[in-house]
């Protein structure tokens, strides 16, 4: 995006501005010289600041949101029974998987970390990972009492890394919040859906008509 770009030129500017003045001080030289070292030094440093207050003035009047597409399922029911087949693409991956849930929705479930809001402003992606899928009826009574259906999607689940993530990533200076993010759709067949993840959690979008 050209507000990172900005940015990352700002950053350059100041970094560079260092490098000369480092030079200016650890080398004897004339004093003309010197005269234009500390120009240029004032010079990067005036280029910094102006590439980030803007690339900072941009990136406020940008949307926030970068959603990332992480899963499509396609859904078939009969609209008789409470149940669904569900079969899940996933990109930059040709096998799919299917899974039959038992209830009148799906249900999505995920691991997902927010950096801190400057790794936000570099364009960093949030940090995820799809848990689980499984149904989920339209009554607390039914929940209770009919067939549950749970499937992982995700195959280490016993994985030690999130337990860590979530009792201490908030004490890390990168981290802005590990939390848990699901998303929910009614068991109809016909219907595709587009799961994406965000700096907001998952969410859902139909896919065509």
């Given amino acids: 995006m050209l507000s990172h770009l900005i940015f990352g030129g700002g950053i350059?500017?100041?970094a560079i501005s260092l490098v000369l003045l480092y030079r200016l001080i650890a080398t004897r030289t004339s004093l003309l010289k010197r005269i234009r070292g500390f120009f240029w030094v004032l010079v990067f440093q005036s280029l910094g600041v102006a590439g980030l207050s803007l690339g900072l003035l941009l990136m406020q009047h940008q949307p926030l949101k970068k959603e990332i597409p992480v899963a499509f399922v396609a859904v078939e029911s009969d609209g008789m029974a409470r149940?669904?087949?569900?079969?899940?693409?996933?990109p930059n991956q040709q096998d799919s998987r299917e899974f039959e849930v038992k209830g009148d929705q799906w249900v999505v479930e995920?691991?997902?970390?927010n950096w801190s809001t400057w790794l936000d402003w570099l364009g960093l992606t949030p940090y995820y990972r799809l848990t689980r899928v499984r149904g989920r009826y339209n009554r607390v009574e039914d929940e209770r009492n009919l067939p549950a259906s749970i499937f992982a999607l995700d195959e280490g689940q016993d994985d030690s890394f999130w337990d860590l993530l979530y009792d201490f990533g908030r004490n890390l200076p990168m981290i802005d919040t590990v939390y848990g993010s699901a998303v929910i759709q009614k068991n109809a067949?016909?219907?595709?859906?587009?799961?994406?993840?965000?700096?907001?959690?998952?969410?859902?979008?139909k896919q065509g008509s």
Avoid at 110 to 113: E, P, S, T, V
Avoid at 189 to 205: H, M, Q
């Fill in 110 to 113: 995920a691991d997902i970390i």
């Fill in 12 to 14: 350059a500017s100041f």
């Fill in 189 to 205: 067949g016909g219907n595709r859906f587009a799961i994406y993840v965000g700096p907001d959690g998952l969410l859902t979008r």
């Fill in 83 to 90: 149940a669904a087949r569900l079969t899940f693409t996933f």
